[in-house]
């Protein structure tokens, strides 16, 4: 296949990480990249103008969520990916699977929504139109887990296995919508299971661990298909470029390893990030409960201790 549409270079050296990690590759994202780290500090700043505090750790997050998708995007991993399926899931598990992950940690509707400025009384502004769609119809059903678990899985299996690959991966345009593809559906499936940002559907931590193991299985299963196979699958990579000195099955066999070994890191990071919560949300309600004894002067158990002091009386 042609991929003179790319402006990739069909006679790319031998793969090394060296190579693979030169600046190059997207522009498109290279302006998305950047875009979404100015508005992200933009609204942090605004914040602390006004006095009002932001984790550092989301921040954190956020930047280095950015950063993944440079790093598979902006980066001659992009050329590589084009020719290799190795290099091409590796993007793909990064782009759909991590990047999500991190960006969401960082809380980007939640720090939107504190930036922009209230509109006036029976005005609609920018913060209320985000607000009116947040609790849409639409929006619960793009994060209920009837939606967004199919289209996970959807994701793999019926792009892959399908003509619809190769017609992406034939121009520039198609590639870049399959890529941002693989980034939405990341952060649709990830979001109501992150429970950061405000959301419709916000389950219980269970039931988010559910939803997670519900999903993950079916890329390792599409890894050991890729691994098993005794053939190419994917006519985009069955006749890599010679000046690669790789061969279709064994890279293809690489990239079904790759598929499988990485569902294993999400279900680790967010599994980490789902009990850290769990607990600080644990925390949390104590130290409510802490303050409205305070507050009442522990007026619970002074009730009941006359109760038992009634008791007492009447028995007597």
Known sequence: MDHSGHGMNMDLPPFTLGRGLEFGGDPFFLVGCLLGLVLYGCAVVRLRRRGDAWPVSRIVAWVVGVLTVALVMCTKLNDYGMAMFSVHMVQHMVISMLSPILL????PVTLTLRA?????RGNKGPRE???ALLHSRYMRIISHPAFTIPLF?????????????????GSRTGHIA??????AVG??????????????HRPGYVMRMLELFAGMPFHAFFGIALMMASEPMVGTYTHPPASLGIEALADQTAAGGI???????????VLIALVF???KSEERQSQRSDRAADRNGDQDLADYNAYLASLHARGQ
Do not use: C, K, N, R
């Open 104 to 107: 969401l940690l960082g809380a």
């Open 153 to 169: 899985i959807a994701s793999l299996y019926a792009l892959y296995f399908s003509p619809l690959f190769d017609f992406l991966m």
């Open 277 to 279: 919560q769990w607990y």
């Open 178 to 183: 399959m890529m941002v593809h693989f980034l």
């Open 116 to 120: 922009l400025p209230t509109a006036g």
């Open 187 to 200: 952060l649709i499936f990830f979001w109501p299971i992150m429970g950061v940002d405000p959301g419709p």
């Open 259 to 269: 598929a499988w070994a990485f569902s294993e890191i999400p279900s680790v990071v």
């Open 129 to 131: 139109l985000l607000v």
